[in-house]
């Protein structure tokens, strides 16, 4: 029974978008001071002051110590056992609001020591908390199954904790006795140096240079500078110039990079092994009982399957009319366009676009978008990317680094499907069961994205415009679905060098890298070779190791729901908007097979997987079409 539900769940619903932030129109001011507070987070929903915070912290440190004074108790009688776990979740309820008010400020201004100390301060709170509760899961599965059994089935109390309990006896052979727990329970801190490191590096002290662009501005090669000109600038050499210097960033300290990534490896590795599990991906998978085939066969089958994103990056090169297709020419919009989308029009747009999900969705999206949940402009100092993030007790938090592109609208859709799987899991669930797995998370941020293409194509007859939006939904299927699994395709094969006691080097992974390249793209692009480092500039390499299949089965299985909600009778479709809700309100109440397999999705069938590859291909078809009604 994992007792700190929410760091399971903070990687669970931290799902950033990489390549997608920055670009600001000219009265955009980069001074956070001056950003209006209706686009700012309103954390005194979480505490007042810092004062309060203080107080909470404070209480936390008591609560703790009353659960280690439980220790040894819970075999007397189920009514002990349930004191332990209501304590627990009345522990956990205050660590979401201690941990996250100075996590999100922190985000908003990565340069503030005080506050990162602050959040020290927490994260070492953790680890004392780690240590002095390793004694529970052993002293739990202490109990003879036959007598838990009968107390879950006789104590109406623990009803809410049956799930979680049932899936600690099933990992039994992976919990080791007390004096081990509490060993490993030491290096809980340690564990996440590695990621520590690589933000520092990355983010805190990395130094990007300026490129002179042809029309002789200078743009420092930052992530957001980068992707926006990636999306916006029409010159292939501008393109190429930002490119080689933001990636010449990570090569200048490529073998850090790499010492750190083996770091997370080994680390993987060694926790895997002290847990009894045969490799690390066994380890991973094992928490939400997912079968190790899934991840596997789901990376050859991809693999094997790269036709559709090859033709779509051909028929880019031909309309574009390069002679050299590179991938850095793979963000720039097919249509010339000026156009951009003022924040307040894409809300409208969610709104109209879900419309098909029901009332209680709407007003929940209502809700969400007033204010106060959204941190919505870039500022200096803040960390880039896009994610949801929930406060149990609160309500969840979103962060945008919104810059008016189709892009960025797609984003919003994303994120705000996140806080609304969020709040009905919170909202139906009690708190042992409201945490949904990594597995699931990205279905409800996938199905918004397809509702709203649907919206904006049935609302526009302006071909440049639909070839804009055709070209977003097959750049979802690219970036959501193909890349990611190359990306856990990449993580698969290092780790395997790992247990097999093989170095891992700033070479080897470069090569893997370049070998990926070549199997997914082919003959499509040129291959640069500066891109072979694109694993030192992946965050969840470093932060989250085996995360980013689940992108793809989650894309698949949204692809799935979505064809329920739309095919079909009008009884058909109502039955499928009952379970997709279902999903949504179930938490973490199952183990993700089960509950996506209730919804309408089996992700042990290829054909599931397939159909992705089908979707990008009738859509490269779609947009051929649009092409030529043109000529």
Same mark, same amino acid.
Request: proline share 3%; glycine share 4%.
């Given at each position: 029974?994992?007792?700190?539900?929410?760091?399971?769940?903070?990687?669970?619903?931290?799902?950033?978008?990489?390549?997608?932030?920055?670009?600001?129109?000219?009265?955009?001011?980069?001074?956070?001071?001056?950003?209006?507070?209706?686009?700012?987070?309103?954390?005194?929903?979480?505490?007042?002051?810092?004062?309060?915070?203080?107080?909470?912290?404070?209480?936390?440190?008591?609560?703790?110590?009353?659960?280690?004074?439980?220790?040894?108790?819970?075999?007397?009688?189920?009514?002990?056992?349930?004191?332990?776990?209501?304590?627990?979740?009345?522990?956990?309820?205050?660590?979401?609001?201690?941990?996250?008010?100075?996590?999100?400020?922190?985000?908003?201004?990565?340069?503030?020591?005080?506050?990162?100390?602050?959040?020290?301060?927490?994260?070492?709170?953790?680890?004392?908390?780690?240590?002095?509760?390793?004694?529970?899961?052993?002293?739990?599965?202490?109990?003879?199954?036959?007598?838990?059994?009968?107390?879950?089935?006789?104590?109406?109390?623990?009803?809410?904790?049956?799930?979680?309990?049932?899936?600690?006896?099933?990992?039994?052979?992976?919990?080791?006795?007390?004096?081990?727990?509490?060993?490993?329970?030491?290096?809980?801190?340690?564990?996440?140096?590695?990621?520590?490191?690589?933000?520092?590096?990355?983010?805190?002290?990395?130094?990007?240079?300026?490129?002179?662009?042809?029309?002789?501005?200078?743009?420092?090669?930052?992530?957001?500078?980068?992707?926006?000109?990636?999306?916006?600038?029409?010159?292939?050499?501008?393109?190429?110039?930002?490119?080689? &210097?933001?990636?010449?960033?990570?090569?200048?300290?490529?073998?850090?990079?790499?010492?750190?990534?083996?770091?997370?490896?080994?680390?993987?590795?060694?926790?895997?092994?002290?847990?009894?599990?045969?490799?690390?991906?066994?380890?991973?998978?094992?928490?939400?009982?997912?079968?190790?085939?899934?991840?596997?066969?789901?990376?050859?089958?991809?693999?094997?399957?790269?036709?559709?994103?090859?033709?779509?990056?051909?028929?880019?090169?031909?309309?574009?009319?390069?002679?050299?297709?590179?991938?850095?020419?793979?963000?720039?919009?097919?249509?010339?366009?000026?156009?951009?989308?003022?924040?307040?029009?894409?809300?409208?747009?969610?709104?109209?676009?879900? &419309?098909?999900?029901?009332?209680?969705?709407?007003?929940?999206?209502?809700?969400?978008?007033?204010?106060?949940?959204?941190?919505?402009?870039?500022?200096?100092?803040?960390?880039?990317?896009?994610?949801?993030?929930?406060?149990?007790?609160?309500?969840?938090?979103?962060?945008?680094?919104?810059?008016?592109?189709?892009?960025?609208?797609?984003?919003?859709?994303?994120?705000?499907?996140?806080?609304?799987?969020?709040?009905?899991?919170?909202?139906?669930?009690?708190?042992?069961?409201?945490?949904?797995?990594?597995?699931?998370?990205?279905?409800?941020?996938?199905?918004?994205?397809?509702?709203?293409?649907?919206?904006?194509?049935?609302?526009?007859?302006?071909?440049?415009?639909?070839?804009?939006?055709?070209?977003?939904?097959?750049?979802?299927?690219?970036?959501?679905?193909?890349?990611?699994?190359?990306?856990?395709?990449?993580?698969?094969?290092?780790?395997?060098?790992?247990?097999?006691?093989?170095?891992?080097?700033?070479?080897?992974?470069?090569?893997?890298?370049?070998?990926?390249?070549?199997?997914?793209?082919?003959?499509?692009?040129?291959?640069?070779?500066?891109?072979?480092?694109?694993? &030192?500039?992946?965050?969840?390499?470093?932060?989250?190791?085996?995360?980013?299949?689940?992108?793809?089965?989650?894309?698949?299985?949204?692809?799935?729901?979505?064809?329920?909600?739309?095919?079909?009778?009008?009884?058909?479709?109502?039955?499928?908007?009952?379970?997709?809700?279902?999903?949504?309100?179930?938490?973490?109440?199952?183990?993700?097979?089960?509950?996506?397999?209730?919804?309408?999705?089996?992700?042990?069938?290829?054909?599931?997987?397939?159909?992705?590859?089908?979707?990008?291909?009738?859509?490269?078809?779609?947009?051929?079409?649009?092409?030529?009604?043109?000529?």
């Amino acid at each position: 029974m994992n007792l700190i539900p929410f760091l399971r769940s903070l990687l669970s619903i931290i799902l950033i978008i990489i390549l997608i932030n920055g670009l600001w129109s000219k009265e955009r001011s980069l001074n956070r001071e001056e950003i209006d507070d209706r686009y700012k987070w309103r954390l005194s929903d979480i505490y007042s002051s810092w004062e309060d915070w203080e107080k909470g912290l404070s209480e936390l440190e008591v609560k703790m110590d009353e659960f280690a004074d439980l220790k040894g108790t819970l075999g007397k009688d189920p009514l002990a056992l349930l004191k332990a776990l209501q304590l627990n979740d009345d522990l956990t309820i205050l660590w979401y609001r201690v941990f996250q008010y100075p996590r999100l400020l922190r985000d908003t201004d990565t340069r503030d020591q005080d506050i990162s100390a602050k959040l020290q301060r927490v994260q070492i709170l953790n680890s004392k908390f780690s240590t002095s509760k390793s004694w529970f899961n052993p002293e739990l599965l202490e109990i003879p199954w036959e007598t838990m059994k009968s107390w879950l089935n006789e104590t109406p109390g623990l009803e809410p904790y049956h799930y979680n309990i049932e899936d600690l006896y099933r990992q039994q052979i992976h919990v080791l006795d007390a004096e081990k727990e509490k060993l490993l329970s030491y290096y809980n801190q340690l564990n996440g140096n590695p990621n520590a490191i690589y933000i520092e590096l990355s983010t805190s002290d990395v130094q990007f240079p300026e490129v002179s662009l042809s029309n002789g501005e200078k743009l420092a090669c930052t992530n957001g500078n980068y992707s926006m000109v990636l999306a916006t600038n029409q010159s292939q050499a501008d393109r190429r110039a930002m490119f080689e &210097a933001h990636y010449g960033v990570y090569k200048e300290k490529a073998n850090t990079y790499a010492a750190i990534y083996n770091g997370v490896c080994q680390r993987d590795w060694a926790i895997a092994r002290a847990r009894n599990y045969s490799t690390t991906l066994e380890a991973a998978l094992d928490e939400d009982n997912v079968p190790v085939s899934v991840y596997e066969n789901m990376v050859q089958t991809v693999k094997e399957n790269t036709a559709p994103l090859q033709r779509y990056l051909q028929l880019r090169k031909k309309v574009l009319g390069l002679e050299e297709y590179h991938l850095y020419d793979g963000s720039i919009s097919l249509v010339k366009s000026s156009k951009t989308y003022p924040y307040e029009q894409s809300l409208d747009w969610v709104k109209n676009a879900v &419309a098909p999900l029901g009332d209680i969705y709407q007003s929940k999206l209502k809700e969400a978008i007033q204010g106060g949940w959204i941190d919505v402009y870039e500022n200096t100092g803040k960390r880039s990317g896009a994610y949801s993030t929930n406060v149990y007790g609160v309500h969840p938090y979103m962060l945008l680094n919104y810059n008016e592109t189709l892009d960025y609208v797609f984003t919003v859709a994303h994120e705000l499907g996140h806080s609304m799987h969020t709040t009905l899991s919170n909202e139906n669930q009690p708190f042992a069961t409201h945490d949904y797995t990594i597995f699931v998370a990205e279905v409800a941020s996938t199905l918004n994205e397809r509702l709203l293409l649907d919206y904006l194509l049935a609302n526009t007859d302006d071909p440049d415009e639909r070839i804009d939006l055709l070209t977003q939904a097959i750049r979802d299927i690219s970036g959501t679905f193909y890349t990611q699994v190359m990306f856990a395709d990449f993580e698969l094969q290092v780790h395997r060098l790992i247990e097999e006691g093989k170095p891992v080097t700033s070479e080897v992974l470069s090569n893997i890298a370049l070998e990926l390249d070549e199997a997914y793209y082919g003959e499509a692009i040129i291959h640069d070779d500066l891109y072979k480092y694109i694993w &030192a500039r992946i965050p969840h390499f470093y932060r989250t190791p085996y995360y980013v299949y689940q992108y793809a089965t989650c894309f698949a299985s949204s692809a799935q729901i979505y064809n329920n909600l739309t095919g079909g009778s009008e009884k058909e479709r109502q039955v499928a908007l009952e379970k997709y809700l279902d999903l949504l309100k179930s938490g973490g109440s199952d183990y993700p097979m089960n509950q996506l397999i209730a919804a309408g999705v089996d992700l042990s069938k290829p054909e599931t997987i397939l159909e992705i590859t089908k979707q990008m291909d009738k859509l490269v078809a779609q947009l051929e079409k649009e092409f030529d009604k043109r000529q």
